[in-house]
């Protein structure tokens, strides 16, 4: 594993949270310029740090701690009735690797789920230029995996492929097929991914106790958040 004591990091300034309005935020990430290899990503998911585009960062607030890592340990995941339901409704979607780039095909989806899901967030309106820098970077480790019904793409879930698990880095859909519950389904599909390559946990980012948004994390159990630097087990 990598040596941290090597490894510069840096906070910023405070700024708005982008999850609890009344909140200003800080955030700790790693020097730019250090390259982030697989041992370094791996080892810093263990503390809690996660990628978006080019950096990995974690929450550094000193008056806050809303924002808990959160993964699922894939081998003890057991579906629940509605998740069952879920995998049953979605059995007949293909799923293939592809090379994390921006294709008409796949950014025309996600200009669509953008406008249609989160045209009140950050990523409105959407742009290449912006999914680009977010989602489609050349590392060994970054992966997209397309969901397609019949040959017509309906989903992809971007994901880190780390040593030690998975990181759900983000999933865009088909907003106009809500009856398959896609997003749901991509992280049911990522903890069986996991299993199959035998590696331990699916990472899901932040849980907020208060953003509404990040309630379907804890639908997932047994659920794994990192509290004063331990993960504890919630069954």
Same mark, same amino acid.
């Given at each position: 594993?990598?040596?941290?004591?090597?490894?510069?990091?840096?906070?910023?300034?405070?700024?708005?949270?982008?999850?609890?309005?009344?909140?200003?935020?800080? @955030?700790?990430?790693?020097?730019?310029?250090?390259?982030?290899?697989?041992?370094?990503?791996?080892?810093?998911?263990?503390?809690?740090?996660?990628?978006?585009?080019?950096?990995?960062?974690?929450?550094?607030?000193?008056?806050?701690?809303?924002?808990? &890592?959160?993964? !699922?340990?894939? +081998?003890?995941? @057991?579906?629940?009735?509605?998740?069952?339901?879920?995998?049953? /409704?979605?059995?007949?979607?293909?799923?293939?690797?592809?090379?994390?780039?921006?294709?008409?095909? !796949?950014?025309?989806?996600?200009?669509?789920?953008? =406008?249609? #899901?989160?045209?009140?967030?950050?990523?409105?309106? &959407?742009? #290449?230029?912006?999914?680009?820098?977010?989602?489609?970077?050349?590392?060994?480790?970054? /992966?997209?995996? +397309?969901?397609?019904?019949?040959?017509?793409?309906?989903?992809?879930?971007? @994901?880190?492929?780390? #040593? =030690?698990?998975?990181?759900?880095?983000? @999933?865009?859909? *088909?907003?106009?097929? &809500?009856? /398959?519950?896609?997003?749901?389904? +991509?992280?049911?599909?990522? !903890?069986?991914?996991?299993? #199959?390559?035998?590696? *331990?946990?699916?990472?899901?980012?932040?849980?907020?106790?208060?953003?509404?948004?990040? =309630?379907?994390?804890?639908?997932?159990? &047994?659920?794994?958040?990192?509290?004063?630097?331990?993960?504890?087990?919630?069954?």
């Amino acid at each position: 594993m990598t040596d941290l004591s090597q490894l510069k990091f840096y906070a910023t300034h405070p700024h708005p949270c982008s999850y609890l309005q009344e909140e200003r935020a800080t @955030t700790l990430f790693l020097d730019p310029q250090q390259p982030i290899d697989l041992d370094t990503y791996s080892h810093l998911s263990e503390l809690g740090f996660r990628r978006s585009g080019d950096h990995l960062y974690r929450p550094h607030c000193k008056q806050c701690n809303a924002c808990i &890592p959160a993964r !699922i340990p894939a +081998a003890a995941f @057991t579906a629940s009735s509605s998740q069952k339901r879920i995998i049953k /409704r979605n059995s007949d979607l293909e799923v293939s690797e592809l090379k994390a780039e921006a294709t008409d095909e !796949i950014y025309g989806l996600y200009e669509r789920y953008i =406008n249609a #899901r989160h045209a009140d967030g950050d990523m409105f309106p &959407p742009s #290449r230029e912006q999914f680009t820098s977010f989602l489609a970077k050349d590392w060994e480790f970054c /992966r997209f995996h +397309a969901f397609r019904e019949q040959g017509t793409l309906v989903a992809i879930a971007v @994901t880190d492929h780390m #040593r =030690n698990g998975l990181s759900a880095v983000y @999933t865009f859909f *088909d907003p106009d097929q &809500p009856r /398959r519950s896609l997003g749901r389904y +991509a992280i049911l599909w990522q !903890i069986e991914e996991t299993r #199959r390559l035998g590696l *331990d946990a699916v990472y899901l980012g932040y849980w907020i106790k208060n953003c509404r948004k990040m =309630n379907y994390k804890t639908e997932y159990r &047994p659920l794994e958040m990192l509290v004063n630097q331990r993960w504890i087990r919630l069954s």
